[in-house]
């Protein structure tokens, strides 16, 4: 026997209501944050390669340095290779230690640049260098490769801001448990001020 229109209304409301209560509890908000701040990751990742994809240029065009720049710049192919050698995927992103290791290597590459960059600030003193036009162009796409780091990293804190928002407040906090969802870790500066991307203008 079929049912009457009232109760089919019923069972529909019902059904919505339940709907409603659900997302409200983060059964699909909290997922879609965490995914987006795993996407916001994956900029971060590319950015920081895409300046270690640099420094092979920077010992190119670094040929014919004095002895004392030399040593600098082995300091960064080294650190190259330590901030290259430690990965952090999206599944890691809850755990301080590993986020932590990650923004050592990173910050260490950061400052033998700087520590290179300001020997190497006077051009003229270096009339052995491979090509100044070449070590300027690539001055300039070193503080550009800094600035979208900066704008990366601030689109992923800003994504993890959210989500861990949501996971710790009522009612999404009740999706975020059922998924057993953790807070993600934002990334923070090592040293104060190097969340600011330094210009390197002068320095290099």
């Known amino acids: 026997m079929s049912q009457s229109l009232p109760a089919r209304l019923i069972r529909f409301a019902f059904a919505a209501l339940a709907a ?5 509890c983060g059964i699909n908000s909290v997922p879609t944050a965490e995914e987006n701040a795993k996407a916001k990751w994956a900029d971060v990742q590319a950015a920081f390669q895409e300046r270690a994809n640099l420094i092979p240029n920077l010992a190119e065009v670094a040929k014919g340095a004095a002895e004392q ?14 901030a290259t050698s430690i990965q952090l995927n999206a599944e890691d992103l809850n755990d301080p230690a590993k986020m932590a290791q990650f923004q050592a290597a990173q910050q260490q ?5 700087a520590g290179f960059g300001r020997l190497l600030a006077n051009f003229e003193r270096y009339p052995e260098l491979k090509s100044i036009a070449n070590y300027q162009m690539l001055q300039s796409q070193l503080e550009g490769q800094e600035n979208r780091i900066r704008i990366s990293i601030r689109d992923y804190n800003e ?14 906090m009740i999706g975020a448990m059922i998924r057993g969802a953790e807070p993600m870790v934002p990334y923070q ?7 600011v991307a330094p210009s390197l203008e002068g320095k290099m």
Do not use: H, Q
């Open 20 to 24: 409603s209560a659900l997302a409200a």
């Open 69 to 82: 720049e030399k040593e600098i710049l082995t300091g960064v192919v080294e650190a190259r290779a330590k």
């Open 109 to 113: 590459l950061s400052s033998s640049l």
């Open 159 to 172: 994504a993890v801001r959210d989500y861990n928002t949501r996971v710790r407040t009522f009612p999404e």
């Open 189 to 195: 500066a090592v040293t104060p001020g190097a969340e």
